[in-house]
T-cell receptor
């Protein structure tokens, strides 16, 4: 079974600074995806960034980037130039690809890190 | 407009009530899901519908009954719930088998069972 661990329940960062959120996972699968989702107080789960396990290049989306270390099963999220709107719960998630190519939407989530951006 | 709309936003019900949660996706996706988010546990997948057929039921008690009448609509029918069922229920959709498959979530229904 897959597990996802986020070891930082809460973090804070000053506006405009950089923060890194940690995530490790455990799996015996070789074909999978990793995600970071953000959940602001509005409760909607918003996709931040996605990484395919077979790609060595780290994914980036504007101010968000990941450090994907497949051998170490580590998938950290770096937020540069933090903004007040980045305040939210951040969830790391794992999804394996099943044999026919689909996923059946089975995201395995970590418990989340509550990020506060301070002015 | 998020693409995935859930109603109601909040629901309070007694243990003997029957209620339904509704989800609608406007993204043309072919798969829909129910997730449960409890205060102290990670999000858990409850049900999966792919092409309107239920393909997964993760050992969810029978007091939760999903329905997917078409690819755009998903319901979760609730009856004789327990207080421990109080949680945020999130609906999601995706285009299964897409090269860049990813889930889009609604804002959830916050359920309180008294």
């Amino acid at each position: 079974a897959q597990t996802v661990t986020q070891s930082q329940p809460e973090m804070s960062v000053q506006e405009a600074e950089t923060v890194t959120l940690s995530c490790t996972y455990d799996t015996s699968e070789s074909n999978y995806y990793l995600f970071w989702y953000k959940q602001p107080p509005s409760r909607q789960m918003i996709l931040v960034i996605r990484q395919e396990a077979y790609k060595q290049q780290n994914a980036t989306e504007n101010r968000f980037s990941v450090n994907f270390q497949k051998a170490a099963k580590s998938f950290s999220l770096k937020i540069s130039d933090s903004q007040l709107g980045d305040t939210a719960m951040y969830f790391c998630a794992f999804m394996k690809r099943v044999s026919y190519g689909g996923s059946q939407g089975n995201l395995i989530f970590g418990k989340g890190t509550k990020l506060s951006v301070k002015p | 407009e998020t693409g995935v709309t859930q109603t109601p936003r909040h629901l309070v019900m007694g243990m003997t009530n029957k209620k339904s949660l509704k989800c609608e996706q406007h993204l043309g996706h072919n798969a829909m899901y129910w997730y449960k988010q409890s205060a102290k546990k990670p999000l858990e997948l409850m049900f999966v519908y792919s092409l309107e057929e239920r393909v997964e039921n993760n050992s969810v008690p029978s007091r939760f009954s999903p329905e997917c009448p078409n690819s755009s609509h998903l319901f979760l029918h609730l009856h004789t719930l327990q207080p421990e069922d109080s949680a945020l229920y999130l609906c999601a959709s995706s285009q299964e088998l897409a090269e860049n498959e990813k889930l889009f979530f609604g804002s959830g229904t916050q359920l309180s069972v008294l």
